[in-house]
C-alpha cells in the first residue's frame, strides 16, 4: 500500500517556467489537499477537492491551478513560476472531510524558483 | 479569527528525559491530529485525537476538547524524536485545517 505518492521530490524552475506537481493515493480516499511549507509559516493550504470534478481554493492559492478529474490524482499546476513559490510542497488525503479526517501527507516535493 | 498556538516554540532534552508539548485552539473542534516532521522533511501522522487519551509506545496524547487543548508526551526521548511537532485542528463551522506553528525538539545525547 504506497498511501500518498508526490512526483517530484526535488525541481527547481527558472523565473516564469510551468510545471506540474504530480500526486497520487491509493487509499480511495475522497479529500485532497495542496500545502506549502514555508519557514516560520507553518503549513498553509492552497487548494483541495471533495471529490472527482471538485476542487476549491485554501489559503494561498494564487499562482496554483489544480484539476481532479480521477479519486486517485491530484495534480497541482504553477502556470509561471515565480521566485515567491520557491517551497516545500505537501499533497494530503483524507478518507473523509478535510476538517473531521484524518490526514494522510506525502513526502513533499521541494520546488526552488531561481 | 481561529488560532491554533503551541509551545514551547523550541525544546532541548537530554536522551531519557520526558516532555510535555501543547497545543492550544480558540474554539470547539471535531478534528485533532498531532504530527512528527523529521529531519528529512516527512510528515508523520501520530495521533488522531478529537477528544480523549491515546497512547503508542512512549508517546500517548490527551485532549480536552471542552477545554480547548491538547498535550503530546513524550517519554524517554530518544534522539530519534528529534524534529518538529505539530498540530492540526478542523473545526465544524470552518471547512479546513489549521496547522499549530509547531515545536522544535532536540534530543541530544
Known amino acids: 500500500n504506497a498511501g500518498v505518492t508526490q512526483t517530484p521530490k526535488f525541481q527547481v524552475l527558472k523565473t516564469g517556467q510551468s510545471m506540474t506537481l504530480q500526486c497520487a493515493q491509493d487509499?480511495?480516499?475522497?479529500?485532497m489537499s495542496w500545502y506549502r511549507q514555508d519557514p516560520g509559516m507553518g503549513l498553509r493550504l492552497i487548494h483541495y477537492?471533495?471529490?472527482?470534478?471538485?476542487?476549491d481554493q485554501g489559503e494561498v492559492p494564487n499562482g496554483y491551478n489544480v484539476s481532479r478529474s480521477t479519486t486517485e490524482d491530484f495534480p497541482l499546476r504553477l502556470l509561471s513560476a515565480a521566485p515567491s513559490q520557491t517551497s516545500v510542497y505537501f499533497c494530503?488525503?483524507?478518507?473523509?472531510?478535510?476538517?473531521?479526517?484524518?490526514?494522510?501527507f506525502g513526502e513533499g516535493s521541494r520546488l526552488t524558483v531561481l | 479569527g481561529i488560532q491554533v498556538e503551541q509551545s514551547p516554540p523550541d525544546l532541548i532534552l537530554q536522551e531519557g528525559a520526558n516532555s510535555t508539548l501543547r497545543c492550544n485552539f480558540s474554539?470547539?473542534?471535531?478534528?485533532l491530529q498531532w504530527f512528527h516532521q523529521n529531519p528529512w522533511g516527512q510528515l508523520i501522522n501520530l495521533f488522531y485525537?478529537?477528544?480523549g487519551t491515546k497512547q503508542n509506545g512512549r508517546l500517548s496524547a490527551t485532549t480536552v476538547a471542552t477545554e480547548r487543548y491538547s498535550l503530546l508526551y513524550i517519554s524517554s526521548s530518544q534522539t530519534t524524536d528529534s524534529g518538529v511537532y505539530f498540530c492540526?485542528?478542523?473545526?465544524?463551522?470552518?471547512?479546513?485545517?489549521?496547522f499549530g506553528p509547531g515545536t522544535s525538539l532536540s534530543v541530544i545525547p
Open positions: 494530503a488525503s483524507s478518507r473523509q472531510g478535510l476538517n473531521t479526517g484524518e490526514l494522510f
Open positions: 487509499m480511495n480516499h475522497e479529500y
Open positions: 477537492s471533495v471529490g472527482a470534478g471538485i476542487t
Open positions: 474554539d470547539s473542534v471535531n478534528n
Open positions: 485525537i478529537p477528544s
Open positions: 492540526a485542528v478542523g473545526w465544524t463551522s470552518y471547512d479546513k485545517v489549521i
